[in-house]
């Protein structure tokens, strides 16, 4: 599930958090997607302005953290290894739709006439309520691994785990259900389960989405499965330290007219165990299968918030990349130096962390 590289011009401006990303986590999709980009022929290249907004949250973060060392070298290290150039930023009218802080990657983008590499799916839906070119991260991966194993991706690319904790996480999926589609009383088919946190299902007795969390009631979200087309669903969870309290939402989208959303408390807490094994398509004791289509399931660290939710509905080959989402810090914070050389962390040391 990606959005197509095809017609895209050779100019790529990469935005300030891909470009942090790929310097800081020497496994991160961003990393990654700046040496496909290459390989694909596409010329990456950075904006003055957004050379200064990256190291402007270099200084910050290092002040902030009271690093014992100096990261702004290895930014320059990195644009240099890579060979990405940093051109002089000129101003360009950027439309009111387009967030403030993200205008002058839109307006450099645009006189350049060049497409967008971001890691923030709102700012890829904005640009593209103006029909202006933006990917992820993701989109240049799968493209690549499309282009290298003759159309068809790994199966980790449809199935993405990037951590999930005792205290926050969530899972994005974009399904189709199977032949079941339109029935009552067949059964449930289960998207994704959870150990220790939860399961993801829809339950055709009662023509609903429903969310289990080990130690609480079931909830259940009604909406009538009638058509075999595309589902997009959002399950998360999250601590308040304000009120001491968990919460839950799950989040289920078809159409304008067919989607639902549900928020409640978890009363008796989270399992206090850590997150287990993960299923996808059938529960843990592999029993009431999907019998449908997985086109992609995300795990991730971090709920989805409200406005990225509604950037990921507006775009049917769009998902989330929480791996690239606001790790620049505890990834500064991991650095290591091994005889005077520094070591990047890795996603997976970042995972362990979050946990």
Not at 288 to 294: C, E, F, I, K, R
């Amino acid at each position: 599930m990606y959005q197509s590289l095809s017609g895209l011009p050779k100019d790529v401006l990469l935005d300030a958090n891909v470009l942090l990303n790929a310097c800081f986590v020497s496994d991160s999709s961003a990393r990654a997607a700046v040496a496909e980009l290459l390989q694909l022929g596409f010329l990456p290249f950075i904006a003055s302005s957004i050379k200064a907004e990256a190291e402007r949250i270099i200084v910050e973060l290092t002040s902030k953290n009271n690093l014992q060392f100096e990261p702004l070298p290895l930014l320059e290290k990195f644009l240099r290894d890579k060979r990405i150039p940093v051109t002089h930023t000129a101003t360009a009218l950027s439309p009111e739709a387009i967030n403030r802080s993200d205008r002058h990657v839109y307006s450099a983008a645009k006189l350049a006439d060049a497409w967008i590499l971001t890691a923030d799916v709102n700012f890829m839906a904005e640009c593209h309520r103006e029909n202006f070119p933006c990917r992820l991260p993701w989109d240049v991966l799968w493209q690549s691994a499309l282009h290298k194993k003759e159309g068809k991706p790994p199966l980790d690319y449809l199935l993405r785990f990037a951590g999930i904790s005792r205290d926050h996480g969530s899972v994005f999926a974009r399904v189709f259900p199977g032949e079941w589609a339109g029935r009552t009383n067949v059964g449930k088919f289960t998207v994704c389960d959870i150990e220790n946190v939860m399961t993801i299902a829809y339950d055709t007795s009662i023509s609903a989405w429903i969310l289990s969390i080990p130690g609480e009631e079931q909830e259940t979200l009604p909406l009538p499965i009638s058509h075999k087309g595309q589902w997009a669903l959002c399950a998360d969870y999250r601590y308040s330290t304000k009120t001491g309290k968990h919460t839950a939402s799950l989040k289920a989208y078809f159409s304008e007219e067919c989607q639902g959303a549900k928020s409640f408390e978890i009363k008796s807490g989270l399992c206090d165990q850590r997150p287990g094994q993960i299923s996808y398509g059938h529960t843990l004791n592999r029993t009431n299968y999907w019998n449908g289509t997985l086109s992609s399931v995300v795990v991730g660290p971090r709920p989805i918030g409200k406005n990225s939710w509604k950037a990921l509905r507006a775009n049917p080959n769009s998902t989330p990349d929480p791996g690239s989402s606001d790790i620049v810090e505890a990834a500064l914070k991991s650095v290591g130096f091994v005889q005077g050389n520094p070591t990047l962390p890795s996603e997976r040391e970042l995972r362990e962390s979050w946990i």
